[in-house]
Each structure stands twice: as C-alpha cells, then as structure tokens.
C-alpha cells in the first residue's frame, strides 16, 4: 500500500508540470525538460553520495543497466516537454504516460519472461482507451491542429517508451547483489545523476530565458525541486515495493490530474469523450489495485 501511494503521490505532482510551463512561455520545451530533470537528477545523485559510495563496486558491475536507465532519463523529458508544446498539456501526457505501461509490460514480458496477468491487461487497456479518448476531444475542439498534434503524439511516445525503459532499469538496479547490494538511493542516484549530468550540454545550450525574469526562474526551479526531485523520490520509493509495470500504471493518474489542470487553470477545452476518457483512466487505477501486473508462471507456460 505504502509503494503505491508513493507512486500515485509522485504522479500528482509529475501532473503540474505541463501547467506550471505554461507561466513560462518564453521558455522552450527543450530548457524546461532539461532544467527539470537535470537538475532534479542532479540533486538525486548529490543526496546520494554516501550510499553512491558505499555501493561503488556493485554499481560498475551493472554499469550496462546504468547507462540504459540514464538513456531513458535524457531522451524522456526532452520529448515529453515537447510533447506538450506541440499537442498541448493535456494530450501530451495523456499519451507520455498512457503509453508507458504498455512498453514497460513489454519490457518485462521480453526480457524477463514475466506473464502479463489479465489485471494489468485490463488495466492497461482502460488506461490506454481513456488516454485515445482525451486525445480525440483535443483534436475535436481543434482540427487545425492536426498535424501539430500527430508529431506531439510521436514524441508523447518516445516520452512513454524512454520512461518505462528508465522505470524498469532503475527497479531491476535496487536490490542487485552482484559485488554488494545497491539500494534505492544509490539505484536512482546513479541512474538519475548520469542522465541528468547529459542533459546539462542542452540546458546550457537552450537555457537563457530561464533566467530572464524572476518568473521564469521561479517556474525552473518549481520544476526540478517540486515534481522532479522530491516527485522521484516518491517514485523511486515505490519501486522497491511494486513492480515497473505496476508502477507505470499507476502513474495513469498524471494525466487525468493535468486534464483538468488544463482545463481548470490553463483554460484547455474538455469535450464530453474526453471526460469519458478520464473516468476509463480512474477505472485503470481501480483495477489495477485489485490485482497483481504479472502472475507466476505455471507448469504449463514453462512447457
């Protein structure tokens, strides 16, 4: 119960983020989705150093699924930032989020052989129809939007592909025992620390209206203290008590909370399918509580 709540806590702050950018609009995808995952990863890795140290060996022992991990934390909020520029707040996230109980169930399904139960296929298939729903109301209220929308939903994919892939290696690093035990703190720290150390070139690079006026400043440093430092801290918390997938299912509740922050704050219209989709969303949750994301296999699956 602990795991999930974490998770669903680090899900309704990660919900804010495509609003709070929106105080922001000088500032480009590309800076906000470095400034906040930089520099939240950052802050991940310095409150880690104690146990950085003290799980060194481990850590190069599993550098392939640290690098892995640190890929999915560069590439993830440059294209779900972007996402959102293109396709507005609320599709954006929609399809980050919505898609990456998908990839992450592949994942484990592919490379750990897990069976997927019928839970999480249920659960993932509400989720993933709320998420369509929402995306055909934005695209409803405004057809002239189309192709903007198609390239916000490519990118809204690689966002939910390169976070399930971060998601999975960070849950898959804490607990390993090859050369000692790594931790939770050492797990996230060394996968978020590297990734975000990556994306400070593009911060530095695309950064300078961050610090134009206090505003801006203040929506930056919201962005990596709030949703990403102290919202992966939360996240990183549950994954050592639920599984990836599960815990990417969880997080459906993002983009239901940035609907209706869209829709309440920044003024993002909701048609009725759309607020359809939300409650196919809030179903996901209800099922995914109810039952495990993978089951044991049985005699006749390991024939």
């Known amino acids: 119960m602990l795991g999930t709540l974490s998770v669903l806590g680090a899900a309704a702050l990660w919900g804010t983020t495509g609003t709070a950018a929106t105080f922001a609009p000088e500032v480009g995808p590309l800076a906000m989705g470095a400034a906040a995952l930089g520099i939240g990863g950052l802050l991940q890795a310095l409150i880690a150093l104690p146990a950085l140290y003290r799980a060194r060996a481990a850590l190069r022992a599993n550098i392939g699924t640290i690098i892995t991990g640190a890929i ?11 996402s959102m520029h293109l396709a507005g707040v609320a599709i954006g996230t929609v399809v980050s989020l919505g898609s990456a109980p998908i990839a992450s169930g592949l994942l484990e399904r592919i490379i750990e052989k897990q069976k997927l139960s019928r839970w999480w296929m249920l659960a993932a298939t509400l989720g993933i129809t709320g998420s369509t729903l929402l995306c055909l109301a934005k695209m409803h209220n405004a057809p002239s939007e189309t192709w903007p929308t198609i390239f916000g939903i490519g990118l809204g994919l690689i966002a939910g592909f390169t976070y399930a892939l971060y998601s999975f290696s960070a849950h898959n690093l804490i607990g390993r025992t090859d050369r000692g035990t790594i931790g939770r703190a050492a797990g996230m720290g060394a996968i978020f620390g590297l990734g975000g150390l990556a994306l400070m070139p593009v911060l530095l690079a695309t950064g300078a209206p961050l610090l134009t006026n206090s505003r801006t400043l203040t929506v930056g440093v919201y962005m990596a203290l709030v949703p990403m430092f102290i919202g992966y801290l ?4 549950g994954l050592t008590r639920v599984t990836a997938s599960a815990a990417t299912t969880l997080t459906l509740a993002e983009p239901a909370i940035a609907a209706i922050l869209a829709v309440l704050i920044v003024g993002e219209r909701l048609a009725p399918i759309g607020w359809i989709g939300m409650v196919a969303i809030g179903t996901a949750l209800l099922v995914l509580s109810l039952g495990p994301a993978t089951r044991r296999p049985t005699r006749r699956d390991k024939k």
């Open 72 to 82: 999915g934390v560069f590439i993830y909020p440059l294209a779900f930032y972007s």
């Open 234 to 237: 939360l996240f990183g918390y």
